[in-house]
């Protein structure tokens, strides 16, 4: 996890980021604890919010994105293009006047980071592990496609459901899960997933996204409701201190299911390839 973390500071920091007067962190939100019995209304509310996310296929947009860690925080922009399941290209800005200094793009099966500063090209497998080199993030390439898209894929049915906690107005489902458990978070009177959580199969929290400032887009005939601001927070104790990173994503503009979407990345010339795949420990390191 060392790698991954100094993975993660390469293409969010190194490229001198611009200040953060402006810096946003994560909103903290407490999640219910009165344990309720699974009724028709509850078990027909997780239906509901497991359908929601279905209708959401693309998105083309720009973000503000803000990272915090142990011992820094910046602040950074990115124009997001994305397919769910397919392709996604992120390509990260910097400074006042925007200037791009890595396009990444990553498909179901590889991945691609151009370092435009340094000149090189890393090249790998689009598996959790080459995402913990790139982005800290080992959830998965689903995951971190759902999460910058602003949606949860909840495909467990309802007999996965293990506990449900009611409180302050929200509902929180507890479901199994391969390797651990999730814990969604939702508002019955709006019907939005608000919060995720994740927990690994020794009751350690792993990842927690928290979805706000929702606003409804028209989709397939329905109404969708999608969050402007994603917050997650990524735990690893054994990583720096107390091993807690931050990262808030913000949409200025966004468009949803766009019908000219075309990702495209144009691999580089006369760079230096790193191939993901064979390196245990990054050569910036």
């Known amino acids: 996890m060392k790698q991954a973390f100094r993975g993660f500071l390469y293409v969010f920091f190194v490229f001198f980021a611009a200040g953060c007067a402006d810096f946003r962190t994560v909103t903290i939100e407490e999640w219910p604890t009165e344990s309720v019995e ?18 959401v296929a693309a998105i083309d947009g720009y973000a503000d994105i803000w990272i915090r860690t142990p011992k820094r925080g910046e602040h950074l922009y990115g124009t997001v293009q994305l397919e769910r399941s397919k392709d996604t290209r992120i390509i990260v800005s910097a400074g006042v006047v925007g200037w791009p200094v890595a396009d990444m793009l990553f498909r179901p099966d590889s991945l691609f980071v151009h370092d435009m500063l340094n000149n ?14 790139i982005l800290g993030l ?7 496609s759902d999460v ?47 919060g995720l959580l994740f927990i690994d199969s020794r009751g350690r929290k792993q990842v927690e996204v928290h979805f706000r400032q929702f606003s409804p887009y028209a989709l397939e005939g329905k109404t969708v ?52 795949d064979r390196v245990v420990q990054l050569p910036w390191m």
């Not at 080992?138 to 995951?143: D, H, K, P, T």
């Not at 506990?163 to 929180?172: D, I, M, N, P």
């Not at 000219?260 to 790193?274: A, C, S, T």
């Open 138 to 144: 080992g959830a998965g390439y689903e995951f971190l």
């Open 38 to 55: 699974l009724s028709e209304d509850l078990a027909e509310l997780y239906r509901d919010v497991s359908e929601a996310s279905k209708v």
């Open 225 to 276: 409701n999608l969050p402007g601001e994603i917050d997650v927070m990524m735990f690893n104790p054994g990583v720096d201190g107390n091993g807690k990173r931050e990262l808030v994503i913000a949409y200025d503009e966004r468009v949803i299911n766009p019908a000219d979407l075309d990702i495209q990345f144009k691999m580089p010339e006369n760079v230096k390839i790193i191939d993901l």
């Open 120 to 133: 090189r090209l890393l090249v790998g497998r689009n598996h959790p592990d080459n995402l913990e080199k």
């Open 148 to 194: 910058l898209a602003g949606v949860v894929a909840v495909d467990e049915p309802v007999q996965s459901i293990e506990r449900v906690y009611k409180g302050a107005g929200k509902v929180s489902f507890v479901v199994v899960v391969e390797g651990g458990k999730k814990e969604l978070l939702v508002n019955p009177l709006t019907r939005n997933i608000e």
